[in-house]
């Protein structure tokens, strides 16, 4: 016995090449483009394993698309609302943050070296009027791609590459 794969295909009828071609022109979004432009490549005779491997989609994700079109219409294709609560920091502060990051906080009035949670903590809240709490500001400081430069072990500090060589060979 012979198993053919399921061809995937287009079926319900506002899934047209000029339906889709409007959908494009009205809605933003890479993420919706590349639904788009996979469901265009479908109705062109593209096969699907094609339109995987040029898109870099998943199996699951391609199927899902098309099995959704044909129960909803392309209607299916438009972002859906994202449940959980909004982020505090805006795309303009966030890009604000990351550059003050960039900077000392001494810079800003504050009596610390270097970035930590609480001394974001009170920047945000000094200069946006947003409060978060520490480990919220911790996470949108690695979000952010700030990295503390820590120096190494102190009893370290003062040894050089040849020292621990030497300390190492004296061991054995």
Do not use: C
């Not at 979000?143 to 500090?157: I, K, N, Q």
């Amino acid at each position: 016995m012979i198993v053919r794969p399921v061809t995937l295909t287009l079926e319900h009828p506002t899934a047209t090449r000029e339906r889709l071609l409007e959908l494009a022109e009205q809605v933003r979004g890479a993420r919706v483009g590349i639904k788009i432009a996979a469901l265009l490549l479908l109705l062109d005779g593209q096969r699907a394993a094609q339109i995987r491997e040029t898109l870099g989609l998943t199996r699951m994700s391609l199927g899902r698309w098309i099995h959704g079109v044909n129960a909803e219409g392309i209607e299916h294709l438009l972002p859906k609302a994202r449940p959980g609560r909004p982020t505090a920091l805006s795309l303009r502060v966030r890009r604000q943050v990351a550059a003050h990051l960039q900077r000392s906080p001494r810079d800003f009035g504050l009596n610390r070296d270097d970035w930590d949670g609480p001394t974001l903590v009170a920047h945000l809240k000094r200069q946006f009027g947003i409060s978060l709490k520490v480990r919220q500001a911790q996470n949108w400081m690695h979000r952010l791609g700030y990295r503390l430069e820590r120096a190494g072990h102190p009893a370290e500090a003062g040894r050089t590459a040849s020292d621990s060589a030497k300390s190492a060979a004296s061991a054995t």
